[in-house]
Structures are given as C-alpha cells and as structure tokens.
C-alpha cells in the first residue's frame, strides 16, 4: 500500500549527511561534523556506511601535513535521496487517517473480558 522506505536513509544521522550533501554535492568530514553535531567516531561509522551503500565517495588526501577526508554524493545516492523523499511525501494525512477507520482492533476478533 504505502511505498518502502530506504533503511538506510531512516537513520537521522545518515539522514543529516546526505541533506548536506544533497545541497552541496560533496563536504569535508570536519564540516559535515561541524553541521550536523555527529561525534567523529559516530560520523566515520555512517560514512561507511554510506559508502557501502555506494550513495558517496570517500576521498582521502593530505592539505599540507593534514589529513583531508571529502565525501561525495554518487547519482545513486542522489535518486536514493530523492526515493526516499517521494516515499515520505506519499504518507499522507488522509491515506493514514483511511487505514486507521478500517483497521481492526484486538477488542473486534478477540473477547477481552
């Protein structure tokens, strides 16, 4: 009835990360840490998987002696992003509000006294 809706993308803190880079196509980890007040230990965990889900790439290089870490948002991870978007919309008041009136309860099938 109503469309799945992406697990990964359930998560807040994925959640967080690709609206970022949804707005802007790719990020440093200490920005996106910076914005969406994730831990780094909690950030590098959902980094991954992200990545494992192929919805960014994780690039790693050096600015001067410092490490330099800036993920990417992959065309899959946009169409995921925007699935994800679509699904949510779709779960309207007026389609729930149906569901609940025609849902049964315990007290219908089952002599609760």
């Known amino acids: ?18 609206s970022l880079l949804i707005k802007h196509n790719h990020a440093e980890f200490n920005e996106i840490k910076n914005v969406t007040k994730i831990t780094s230990g909690n950030l590098s965990i959902q980094l991954s998987k992200l990545k494992a ?8 290089q050096f600015k ?4 330099l870490t800036i993920c990417h948002i992959t065309n ?4 995921a992003f925007n699935e ?13 509000s149906k569901l609940e009136s025609e849902s049964w309860t ?3 099938t089952f002599n609760l006294q």
């Not at 697990?7 to 807040?12: C, G, R, T, Y």
């Not at 889900?53 to 790693?60: D, T």
């Not at 899959?76 to 169409?79: A, Q, R």
């Not at 994800?84 to 729930?96: E, G, M, R, T």
């Open 1 to 18: 009835m109503f469309p799945a809706i992406d697990p990964i993308l359930l998560s807040q803190p994925r959640l967080s990360i690709m």
């Open 53 to 60: 889900a192929s919805y960014i790439e994780i690039n790693k």
């Open 64 to 67: 001067g002696n410092y490490p």
């Open 76 to 79: 899959k991870g946009i169409d």
């Open 84 to 96: 994800f978007i679509k699904a949510i919309n779709s779960y309207d008041v007026n389609s729930i």
């Open 106 to 108: 315990p007290s219908e």
